[in-house]
């Protein structure tokens, strides 16, 4: 009965402990006929993220890594994001 009860505090304690998934950086310009487009929103597929480009068309969003679907204009871009910092551009 001791080891069980120690083994369910170490658990609790573990997952109290661990830290939450760390964000990652998403950024780019999204550019239309070859030039950037302002003041459009970008929304992540199965999320309630989303943000506005700004005035050269640049956004930025904070992300878990991984595998996401960015929808502009109701089209669907995927994008991959890697641990740290990723960057991409987006043609319309």
Partial sequence: MKKMIFSLVLILSWVV??????????????????????????????????????????????????EHTLIIRGREFPVKVGPDRTKQDIQL
């Fill in 17 to 66: 402990l661990l830290p939450p998934a760390r964000a990652a950086e998403l950024s780019g310009t999204v550019y239309s006929k070859g030039s950037p487009v302002a003041n459009l929103t970008i929304s992540v597929k199965g999320t309630e993220t989303k943000t506005k480009t700004g005035p050269k068309g640049d956004y930025y969003l904070e992300l878990a890594p991984g």
